[in-house]
């Protein structure tokens, strides 16, 4: 676990050295991730019905929103962030899930209202810090989730 | 920017596409993936990422 932020934090203070060409990378490559994969385990997925479908398109979608929680945390350990930025993500990011756990459908609005929302509310200070990993996250939902 | 690094921007996304294709062969011998269980991989998804909000949040009062 402690290895896996670490990469995080690699990856986050890679993307922030680099700017614009890692991050472009970086959104690609978890847009092309985010499509649902063609097996699980092995197991095909080809047979599945509209419900399988959007239920692993939201584990792909998870998987993208914890990207930014991750890096909150690891951020906020490594006295990158304060703590306070760190709970308003991760607190943001436990809204997100329960709206997506508790919606039958139509969660897409409101959890892309919930991440717009988030970047107001993160200090001046860390914006710069989590802003790229939440447009990436809004690109992802946008483009998966119809 | 270091050249090296501009040559690694370029060729990961080829990398993990081909890595991605790797991974994504399904198993023939394996029957496919049912709605209940990916609904359940979902639902265990959910679960275990809201687990890690609230013990980090409970831990950062």
Same mark, same amino acid.
């Given at each position: 676990m402690?290895?896996?932020?670490?990469s995080l934090?690699?990856?986050?203070?890679?993307?922030?050295?680099l700017?614009g060409?890692c991050l472009?990378?970086?959104?690609?490559t978890t847009v092309?991730?985010?499509a649902i994969?063609a097996?699980?385990?092995g197991?095909?997925?080809a047979q599945?019905?509209a419900p399988?479908?959007?239920?692993?398109?939201?584990?792909?979608v998870?998987?993208?929103?914890?990207i930014?929680r991750d890096?909150a945390i690891?951020?906020e350990?490594?006295?990158?962030?304060?703590?306070?930025?760190?709970r308003?993500?991760?607190?943001?990011?436990?809204?997100i899930?329960?709206?997506?756990?508790e919606a039958t459908?139509?969660?897409k609005a409101?959890?892309?209202?919930i991440?717009t929302?988030?970047?107001?509310?993160?200090p001046?200070a860390?914006?710069a810090h989590?802003?790229?990993?939440?447009?990436?996250?809004?690109?992802?939902i946008?483009?998966?989730i119809? | 920017m270091n050249p090296?690094?501009?040559?690694?921007l370029q060729?990961l996304? &080829?990398?993990?596409?081909?890595? #991605? %294709?790797?991974?994504?062969?399904?198993?023939?011998d394996?029957?496919p $993936?049912?709605d209940a269980e &990916?609904?359940?991989?979902?639902? #265990? %998804?959910?679960?275990?990422?809201e687990a890690?909000?609230d013990?980090? $949040?409970?831990?950062h009062?």
């Open positions: 402690r290895q896996q932020l670490r934090y690699l990856a986050h203070i890679l993307t922030m050295t700017g060409v472009g990378v970086a959104m690609a092309a991730s985010c994969p097996s699980i385990a197991r095909s997925t599945l019905t399988g479908v959007q239920a692993l398109h939201i584990v792909e998870v998987k993208t929103l914890d930014i890096a690891y951020a350990v490594a006295k990158v962030t304060p703590t306070t930025t760190a308003i993500i991760v607190t943001a990011h436990k809204s899930i329960e709206v997506v756990r459908g139509g969660w409101t959890v892309l209202e991440l929302q988030l970047k107001q509310h993160i001046e860390d914006r989590f802003v790229p990993y939440i447009d990436a996250a809004i690109s992802v946008k483009a998966v119809q | 090296l690094i501009t040559v690694a060729q996304p &080829a990398v993990i596409a081909a890595i #991605q %294709a790797h991974r994504a062969q399904a198993n023939p394996l029957p $993936l049912t &990916a609904i359940a991989i979902c639902r #265990q %998804a959910l679960d275990s990422t890690k909000d013990l980090w $949040l409970a831990t009062p």
